[in-house]
């Protein structure tokens, strides 16, 4: 059996896509879905059980579990970046994840687990995933620090080979749709084209960056959940490492491309940046995709134009947009 967490939510549904693409469908999904829509992820997949994310934490933390597991994908966190309360991301993101990481290993279970771009924090110490750099990063909010602290605490108890981190860069695609604020800007922004015919975007405070020259590595959920698959079949492949294209896009090529999708021409509107945000925004983030490749990891990233216009077109043009349907 295979345990998503976060499995109704936007990564983590789009995994248990692939795996039913792949013939699988001995999945026990582990997540919350409250009175969100997520739940609407789920219609169209093939999974064995749904199990709230409390009861399955309850169950491994008593070394409890009912059934035999092949492996964890702990896709299931909190993925607010401006999420106050940081007790709840602390246990939440971190003593969570650490109580599932600590049951696989203890039954040698394959364990693939969500880390964050945002660990980099504003990018000064770079972006390479080289795990003699990961302690010198420092987060400039508490989402990406209780990302960064399991990250740390796997490298602590030297556990970098015996289970795999991924820090996903600026994912988008279908069923991210429940995420609210934390959507994409192609999903926002879609939606402000149809509602308005115009997309804003905030200006730019440094002299070095057009307005909407702002640059991010934005990486289509398909591509993600490719590599994630392949992960999976290589349990031999551990550590912790970076998840995006490798090549940086500016916010300006993204709503072009969603404009080029829609057959509409561009039109950008500049507004500025609430002054609360200006000393936490990423200016440019980019994957150091070196360590995966080096893995022999075929990873292979769809163009931005063409990720955005199978999104657009295939997805959120649609009446029912949602992977698996």
């Given at each position: ?12 549904s ?8 792949e013939?699988?469908?001995?999945i ?18 093939r ?6 994310r409390?009861a ?8 409890a ?15 607010s ?8 991301l ?11 990481a ?10 693939i687990?969500a ?7 504003d ?6 995933d080289?795990?003699?750099?990961i302690?010198s ?7 990406g620090?209780s990302k960064?602290v399991?990250?740390?605490?796997v490298l602590r ?11 996903f860069?600026?994912?988008?695609g279908p ?6 604020d934390?959507?994409?800007?192609i999903?926002k922004?879609?939606?402000q ?9 905030f200006?730019?405070y ?10 991010r ?9 490719n590599?994630m ?7 031999g ?12 896009r ?9 404009y080029?999708a829609?057959?509409l021409?561009?039109?950008i509107e500049?507004?500025?940046m609430?002054?609360s945000?200006?000393?936490q925004?990423?200016y440019?983030t ?5 360590k995966?490749?080096q ?8 163009s931005l134009?063409?990720?955005?216009r199978d ?6 043009q649609?009446a029912?947009?949602?992977?698996g349907?």
């Amino acid at each position: 059996m295979i345990v998503v967490t976060g499995g109704a939510g936007f990564i983590g549904s789009a995994f248990v896509w692939k795996l039913n693409q792949e013939g699988i469908e001995d999945i026990v999904i582990v997540d919350r879905l409250g009175t969100s829509e997520k739940w609407k992820n789920l219609v169209g997949l093939r999974y064995t059980d749904y199990l709230h994310r409390d009861a399955f934490g309850e169950m491994a933390t008593r070394d409890a579990v009912p059934f035999e597991v092949s492996a964890i994908i702990h896709m299931g966190a909190c993925s607010s970046t401006t999420e106050r309360d940081a007790d709840f991301l602390w246990t939440n993101n971190f003593a969570y994840t650490r109580t599932l990481a600590e049951w696989a290993l203890k039954h040698a279970v394959r364990f693939i687990y969500a880390s964050s771009a945002a660990t980099y924090g504003d990018g000064t110490q770079g972006f390479s995933d080289l795990h003699d750099k990961i302690a010198s990063l420092k987060p400039i909010n508490m989402y990406g620090y209780s990302k960064q602290v399991f990250d740390l605490w796997v490298l602590r108890n030297r556990l970098e080979y015996k289970v795999t981190g991924i820090k996903f860069f600026n994912v988008f695609g279908p069923n991210e749709y429940h995420k609210g604020d934390m959507s994409s800007v192609i999903f926002k922004s879609f939606h402000q084209i149809r509602q308005t015919g115009k997309v804003q975007l905030f200006k730019s405070y440094l002299p070095e960056y057009q307005d909407g020259g702002q640059m991010r590595d934005f990486v289509y959920v398909k591509d993600c959940v490719n590599v994630m698959w392949w992960l999976l079949q290589n349990p031999g492949t551990n550590g912790i490492f970076n998840l995006g294209t490798g090549k940086a896009r500016t916010w300006n090529d993204l709503i072009g491309a969603v404009y080029a999708a829609m057959d509409l021409k561009t039109r950008i509107e500049y507004m500025d940046m609430p002054a609360s945000l200006r000393s936490q925004y990423q200016y440019f983030t980019q994957a150091d995709m070196t360590k995966l490749k080096q893995t022999g990891c075929p990873a292979a990233f769809s163009s931005l134009e063409d990720s955005v216009r199978d999104y657009v077109v295939n997805y959120l043009q649609k009446a029912d947009p949602h992977l698996g349907i």
